[in-house]
């Protein structure tokens, strides 16, 4: 089964998952996984993150809990390549997460 955001990686055996920010380039990987799935549910947690209620999902009934919300965010903070305002808005939502 193919999934939104995730793709396989042969050199490494490994499935990659990545989402690409509205209006932004290039994409943001959110890290290597050892199966589809949670490859698709990484990708998932992101887009919620990122596009809200615009956000192609996955699992649409699947709701991630705040730890995978929480570490998708920092991994999304952590790349080079992120730009200022996501960094921003993952900054705006890790000090929410932490709140509560």
Known sequence: MTYIGVTWKARSGNYE?????????????LGRFLDS???????DAAARLLHR???TLNFP????SDEM??????RILTRKNCPVH????????LTTIASV
């Open 69 to 74: 919300l929480q570490l998708i965010a920092t």
């Open 61 to 64: 009934d699947w709701k991630p």
């Open 17 to 29: 998952a990545m989402i690409r920010p509205l209006g932004t380039y290039p994409k943001l990987s």
């Open 37 to 43: 799935k949670s490859a698709a549910r990484a990708y």
């Open 53 to 55: 209620g615009q956000a």
């Open 86 to 93: 996501i960094q921003a808005m993952m900054k705006q939502h």
